[in-house]
């Protein structure tokens, strides 16, 4: 196998340890503060029956998972990042929480079956990837999906992936644009969007 490469996120807390660590306490404040961290995982959850199986890649602290787990559906979460994973263990417990390398995602190796419902990947997660990374992530995203399943993608402009080349690569990767959003409320996505949320289904369209 290849040498590994490091994530963007990576190189981002290599260079200051305590990142993480503010990172999380920051989305702890803004649920302290009453303000809605859920977004992403209540669009999620529209889209599910009860009980749906959810891989929350790129999970950070646990926030939409832990969310999820709470709305009645069976959830793991794998982020790169030790720090986060330790602070979803402590703030959402339920899920299972795996530390992992995206770009080498492999859940069924780890004993964990794949075909879930929903895979969701929120807060920017394909803006910290290693560039040479990006489609393997993609590409792992759609391996652990159900053929009925959706994958959802959610990052903004301004982090050097451009938005047509994301969706290119998610093509490549087997993923189907089925839907493009602007925000995670629902409005359209249009050329003028700062932010992408895509909705994808798994093979070619018929």
Not at 77 to 94: N, R
Not at 116 to 134: H, I, K, P, Y
Not at 147 to 169: C, H, K, M, T
């Amino acid at each position: 196998m290849n040498s590994r490469v490091p994530s963007k996120w990576e190189e981002i807390t290599a260079a200051d340890p305590t990142h993480s660590a503010r990172y999380a306490e920051r989305f702890r404040n803004l649920a302290a503060e009453g303000k809605d961290i859920f977004g992403e995982a209540r669009m999620v959850d529209a889209m599910l029956g009860r009980g749906g199986r959810v891989l929350d890649a790129g999970c950070g602290a646990g926030r939409s998972g832990g969310y999820l787990h709470r709305a009645g559906h069976e959830v793991v979460g794998v982020d790169v990042d030790p720090t986060l994973i330790e602070a979803a263990e402590a703030d959402y417990p339920g899920p299972r929480w795996l530390v992992g390398d995206l770009a080498r995602l492999d859940l069924p190796a780890r004993g964990i079956a794949a075909g879930f419902d929903a895979v969701l990947c929120a807060g920017n997660v394909m803006g910290f990837v290693a560039e040479s990374t990006r489609r393997d992530v993609l590409a792992g995203l759609a391996r652990h999906v159900s053929p009925d399943g959706r994958v959802v993608v959610g990052f903004g402009s301004g982090r050097g992936y451009a938005f047509d080349e994301f969706l290119a690569d998610a093509e490549s990767a087997g993923l189907r644009a089925d839907l493009l959003l602007s925000t995670w409320d629902l409005r359209p996505f249009t050329e003028e969007s700062d932010f992408l949320v895509a909705v994808f289904s798994v093979g070619a369209a018929e």
